[in-house]
């Protein structure tokens, strides 16, 4: 029941604002064309993991196939799906509900006749989704008491693929550094390309040279496990990641569809060991958009709480600190060095029981800069610029602004700089000063690349300096203070932050002009 190869379960939103309903085959058609401008059932956190999904089975089904051209037309893409499951003609691995659990359903593996039953039961589809919500609060729980197919679809795809460990039995995906680590997605895509280009986008550049994307995963094995959900699992055996295709899809839980008077509902149970062994490898299993932390071991790199904020993506995108190495599909394709790129970033935030937040940023490239990500010489030029600005962003903030701010707090000649408390009072102004940084760092990183290193640092530090006045000003207008001692305090404070830009940042050794280029008004 309800088969994606041939029966019409998604809503699509086409680029010329039609909303039609397509099968899975159709989707992947209007991907190729670019014509898919949304999907109206996708939540947000779920859109990489679908995007993924599309990408892994398309490479997957065309390579089997023997294409290094993905097919145009919805007949051709059922074709090259449907030669992925002969064993099974009746389509039982693309239906979302098979009552015999002893075939494979649509991201569910088989149940062996001696596996332990699944006792636990969902009825919502949400409710069957990676999310943690905390108290019901911000994101509420179990909305969707009457979820579409589709909607149970996208959840089932959201915990199999991206789910990490949630207490005894309950294993995460390979594809990330530790139980409580994340999935994160990291690509590169022409800036005008909407989803379904994205897709295609990420399809050839995978299929239009295989052998090279093999060599750069460097795991697994391209006649290996591709559906994982075709392998029966009694939840006490694991996949070796060596006998895994390097683009696999994963399935972290035993989990079966099922319908009852018109609703779905789920039936789970728990594993005593996760699908894919890969312990040892943290995460470094070839996946294509999983930025990799390189400092030390080479190991999926983990979102914080901060998610993507301006030093994080400076760093992975630039290669400033050489803290992280660029997935496969986040390089310039060939046919992509003169025209406007976007880097885009997602990812979830785990924790132990529950889910600190759902980050994503895009960060669009100018074509007169492409070549700084494309030629190596290049590129190392940029890193060394971008990670003197944020150099520079670290000392505007932590030696000039955080300083002049506890004088200024404090209001006294001798400063308690080990005070406890003032981390609590510094941090609101430290928030802004890093927040308005962060709306410009690659605008102001892109147009310095023309100039020198010493003419960029000195315009980049005049803009933080004129940034750091300004946040110092609002918050002495903000301290709570007696009048006259509030002036003296100020005094003090305003001392402190002119001596302090004056060692710290070059162009206030000097002078403090302002800046001459308007990029840094």
């Not at 979820?147 to 679809?153: K, L, N, R, T, V």
């Not at 779905?264 to 070839?286: D, I, M, Y």
């Not at 004088?407 to 928030?431: H, I, M, T, Y």
Request: contains cysteine.
């Amino acid at each position: 029941m309800y088969n994606v190869l041939t029966d019409n379960l998604f809503s699509v939103g086409r680029t010329d604002g039609v909303v039609l309903r397509a099968s899975l085959p159709q989707t992947l058609q209007l991907a190729v064309q670019d014509r898919i401008e949304s999907f109206p059932h996708l939540r947000p956190h779920q859109r990489p993991a679908f995007h993924a999904f599309l990408v892994q089975l398309a490479c997957i089904a065309c390579d089997h196939a023997g294409f290094n051209v993905p097919p145009d037309t919805a007949d051709g893409w059922q074709k090259v799906l449907r030669q992925l499951t002969t064993t099974w003609p009746d389509d039982a691995p693309w239906q979302l509900i098979v009552n015999d659990s002893s075939k494979p359903a649509l991201l569910q593996p088989p149940q062996p006749p001696d596996a332990p039953d699944l006792k636990g039961r969902v009825e919502q589809p949400d409710k069957l989704d990676m999310l943690v919500t905390s108290k019901n609060h911000d994101l509420k729980q179990r909305r969707m008491a009457h979820g579409a197919p589709e909607d149970w679809f996208f959840a089932l795809l959201s915990l199999q693929t991206q789910e990490g460990f949630l207490g005894a039995g309950n294993y995460g995906v390979a594809r990330m550094n530790g139980g409580f680590a994340n999935r994160s997605y990291l690509t590169l895509a022409p800036e005008e390309l909407r989803f379904g280009g994205r897709v295609f986008r990420d399809i050839n550049a995978i299929l239009s040279d295989t052998e090279k994307f093999y060599r750069a995963a460097d795991v697994g094995s391209p006649t290996g496990h591709t559906l994982l959900w075709l392998l029966p699992w009694d939840g006490t055996e694991s996949v070796r990641i060596e006998d895994c295709h390097p683009l696999y899809i994963e399935v972290c839980r035993r989990v079966r569809l099922g319908e009852t008077g018109g609703c779905f509902h789920a039936s789970t149970g728990n594993t005593k060991k996760p699908r894919v062994e890969a312990k040892a490898l943290a995460g470094n299993v070839g996946d294509p958009w999983l930025p990799l932390d390189i400092q030390k071991e080479p190991k999926a790199m983990t979102l914080t709480v901060g998610g993507f904020d301006y030093r994080r993506m400076a760093q992975l995108v630039t290669g400033a600190d050489s803290k992280y190495q660029l997935p496969y599909l986040a390089r310039p394709t060939v046919s992509e060095r003169d025209i406007p790129l976007a880097y885009e970033a997602y990812g979830m935030v785990r924790g132990q029981g529950k889910t600190e937040g759902y980050h994503s940023r895009r960060v669009l490239i100018p074509p007169t800069v492409v070549s700084f990500f494309a030629d190596p010489d290049q590129r190392e030029q940029l890193a060394s610029r971008c990670k003197e600005f944020l150099e520079l962003a670290g000392v505007a903030s932590g030696k000039v602004l955080r300083p002049a701010l506890i004088q200024l707090f404090q209001g006294q000649e001798d400063v308690e700089w080990k005070k406890p408390s003032n981390e609590a009072l510094c941090r609101p102004w430290l928030s802004r000063m890093n927040n308005m940084v962060d709306g410009e760092f690659f605008a102001l990183l892109f147009a310095s690349l023309p100039s020198s290193q010493d003419e960029a640092a000195t315009e980049f530090s005049r803009y933080l300096a004129r940034l750091t006045r300004e946040v110092f000003v609002a918050a002495a207008e903000a301290a709570p203070q007696h009048p006259l001692r509030q002036r003296l305090a100020r005094v003090r404070a305003e001392l402190f932050l002119t001596a302090a830009l004056r060692k710290h940042l070059p162009a206030q050794r000097f002078n403090e002009q302002e800046p001459s280029d308007e990029r840094f008004a």
